[in-house]
Structure formats: structure tokens, C-alpha cells
């Protein structure tokens, strides 16, 4: 096994989150450590801490803070803060399902609980705590079934970041990727910049510096190119949600990413874990796209200077769908699945679910 990024960490003797603080990369590896509900909170309203798994497991934690912040001994009163908390926490990034699938699970269980106020914050840890360590055993379940298409000399093309930065440690997509060079086979990537964000160039390409791998970034619009002539073997990208029948919703650029694989008869798959699965939409069509504010798009600048004019207009769609016809494969930490994706996704549903 190669070097671990641990991305977020229970540091038991402070009783604080450590987080590596994505906001500050790639010029520097700093750590964000929280202690509040509201920290946590607004660490993923700023993003220092994003995507999907990674945002469910501080949201895990950030409920154990509302609980441990709330001064009831009523273990009811406590749960229902509990609930508040998660609820609002919902709303800040409402595309990616990781979140209410973990949290809701965390509650069902926690009000399974008998006991004090204080039994039931103990427990919240323990679920938060499990949580983190669930998401790392997840990851290696996909980077080992996902390694497993990948081959010596792979070309690949990867869109925004599904490293240890977005998934607490390992990664889906780029779990898959990392797992294949420590087997010894040589890969290159292609690391999509990520616009506005860029969390390919800040993070992915940062990540990759990390663990050894040669990559080159490209601009997101030269896809298209790269895809037409025959420069990739593959397309990996991670999830956001994805929809019963297979409809993959991730970073936005994935659709068009799809489009040109599926054209030029290359290979695309979405590597996720089964939380990010949402059984309850048929389809990705009712699913939520984020629209995040339009700062991000418009702060870019060109040679020192503002890339778009002053008072211009912008739209910051974060997230699009990629219909399930598109994909090669879904990378699960069940296995590989292949078409029809929603006969082989309904098998992995898992029962008693909170609906
Ligand atoms: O807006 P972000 O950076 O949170 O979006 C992240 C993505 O789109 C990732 O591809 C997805 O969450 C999978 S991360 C393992």
C-alpha cells in the first residue's frame, strides 16, 4: 500500500475533526480543526471540505457537535436538535445524496437508543466515527474491483476530484487509479482543470503529485479532442447521486465528457460507493442540480486581470446528469456493474432503509 492521505480525522485527545483544508491547496497542506457545529457547517459551505462522501462523514460528526452544544438531559429534546441540525445541513449542498443517506441511517439508529442525553451523544461519535472508517473500507472495496480494468500503459481521463481529499482517504475514482499504479501497472491521467473550482488542477493534480502518478492537466474543452483522437483509453469520474436506473449526477463538464467517450467508442465509468445511490428517483430528472453563487465563475482572471466584463452576468450550474446509456460501467464497492443498470442497482438496495 502506498501513502495514506487521511483527509478527515477524529483526534480523540482535543475532541476535534482535523480536516485537510481544501481551500488552501495546492500552495499549502494546512488542517482546519473543528469543534463546533457551526465550523463544520460553514467548512462545507466554503467547501474547505467537499465531495460527496467526504461532506457526509463531517456531517456525521457535525451532528455529534449540535448534540454535545445542546444542554438538554432530555434524550428526545436531544434528538430533535439533532434532526434540526441535520436538516440544515441538507440544504447547503443539495445534490449530493451521500449526506442524507449517512445521516439518516446515523438518526435511525441513534433513536433505536435507550439511555440519557449524555448515552446518545456518546453514540452519535461512535456512528460519526464509524462512518469515517466505513468510507475508507468502501473506497478500497472500488479502487480494488475498479483496478481491475485498468491496464498497463492506460491513457485516462479524469474529471474533478474523487481523491482522499473528497472521500476521507483512498478515493473512488481516483482510488481506482491509485490502486492500478501500486499494483505496478503505469497509468497516466489526464486531470481535467474543474471549472470554477478547479478541483482537478488544485487537487487531483496536487493528489497525484502525492502518490507518484504522471498526469497532465488539461483544460476541461479539450475533452473533446483528446477523446476524438484516441489519446485516452478511459473515462473515470466519480458520483454525486445516482439515480436508480444508472443516471450518473456528478460534477458538471461529465455529461459532455460521456458524450464524446460514447462517440469514439471509449470506455466511461462512475465510481462510487452505494450511498451515493438514490433508489428513490427512477431516474436523474427530478434529481436537484446545485446552482452555486456566480462569484465562483466570475473571480477568474486572465494574466492578473478579470476574465469577464464588470456587472456581466453568470450562471454557476455545479453539477450535470449523465444519462445511464452513456456509461460502460458502474463501479461499486459491490463490484462491477454492467447494463441493464437498474435491474443489477435494484439487487444492491438495501432493505430498511429510511425513506
Ligand atoms: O462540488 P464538489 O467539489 O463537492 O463536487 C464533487 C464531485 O462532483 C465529485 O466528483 C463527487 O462528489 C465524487 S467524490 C468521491
Redesign the pocket.
Same mark, same amino acid.
Given at each position: 500500500m502506498g501513502v495514506w492521505m487521511r483527509s478527515i480525522l477524529w483526534d480523540a485527545e482535543s475532541q476535534q475533526l482535523r480536516i485537510i483544508n481544501q481551500l488552501a491547496l495546492p500552495a499549502e497542506l494546512r488542517y482546519l480543526d473543528l469543534k463546533t457545529f457551526t465550523e463544520t457547517f460553514e467548512a462545507i459551505k466554503n467547501?474547505a471540505v467537499?465531495?460527496?462522501? $467526504?461532506?457526509a462523514v463531517c456531517g456525521a460528526f457535525a451532528l455529534y457537535f449540535a448534540a454535545r452544544e445542546s444542554v438538554t438531559r432530555d434524550p428526545a429534546a436531544l434528538l430533535e436538535a439533532t434532526r434540526d441540525a441535520r436538516e440544515a445541513l441538507l440544504r447547503l449542498?443539495p445534490t449530493?445524496v451521500n449526506l442524507q443517506q449517512v445521516t439518516g441511517r446515523i438518526l435511525q439508529q441513534a433513536s433505536a437508543l435507550e439511555g440519557s442525553a449524555d448515552d446518545l451523544r456518546a453514540h452519535l461519535l461512535e456512528l460519526a466515527q464509524e462512518a469515517a472508517e466505513r468510507a475508507v473500507e468502501t473506497n478500497l472495496l472500488i479502487a480494488r474491483y475498479g483496478a481491475e480494468l485498468l491496464h498497463d500503459g492506460d491513457e485516462i481521463l479524469h474529471?474533478?476530484?474523487?481523491?482522499a481529499l473528497?472521500?476521507v482517504d483512498y478515493?473512488? $475514482?481516483?482510488g481506482v487509479i491509485r490502486m492500478a499504479h501500486e499494483q505496478g501497472k503505469r497509468v497516466h491521467v489526464y486531470v481535467t482543470e474543474?471549472r470554477p473550482?478547479l478541483?482537478g488542477s488544485r487537487l487531483t493534480a496536487w493528489e497525484l503529485q502525492q502518490y507518484g502518478i504522471p498526469y497532465d492537466i488539461v483544460v476541461d474543452s479539450a475533452a473533446g479532442y483528446l477523446l476524438r483522437t484516441g489519446k485516452v483509453d478511459r473515462v473515470l469520474?466519480?458520483?454525486?447521486r445516482v439515480a436508480a436506473n444508472g443516471d450518473v449526477v456528478?460534477?458538471v463538464g461529465?455529461y459532455l465528457l460521456a458524450l464524446a467517450a460514447y462517440d469514439n467508442g471509449i470506455p466511461a465509468y462512475s465510481?462510487?460507493p452505494l450511498d451515493?445511490v438514490d433508489f428513490d428517483s427512477p431516474s436523474a430528472e427530478a434529481i436537484p442540480i446545485?446552482e452555486r453563487d456566480p462569484s465562483e465563475v466570475l473571480a477568474l482572471t486572465y494574466r492578473g486581470l478579470p476574465a469577464a466584463p464588470e456587472g456581466a452576468r453568470a450562471r454557476n450550474y455545479?453539477?450535470d446528469v449523465t444519462p445511464h446509456r452513456l456509461l460502460s460501467g458502474l463501479i461499486t464497492d459491490r463490484g462491477i456493474l454492467y447494463p441493464p443498470f437498474f435491474r443489477n442497482l435494484s439487487v444492491l438496495k438495501p432493505h430498511g432503509r429510511e425513506e
Open positions: 467547501m467537499r465531495g460527496a462522501p $467526504a461532506i449542498r449530493a474529471h474533478c476530484n474523487t481523491g473528497a472521500a478515493g473512488t $475514482a481516483l474543474t473550482c478541483q469520474f466519480g458520483a454525486d456528478n460534477k461529465t465510481a462510487f451515493s446545485e455545479a453539477f
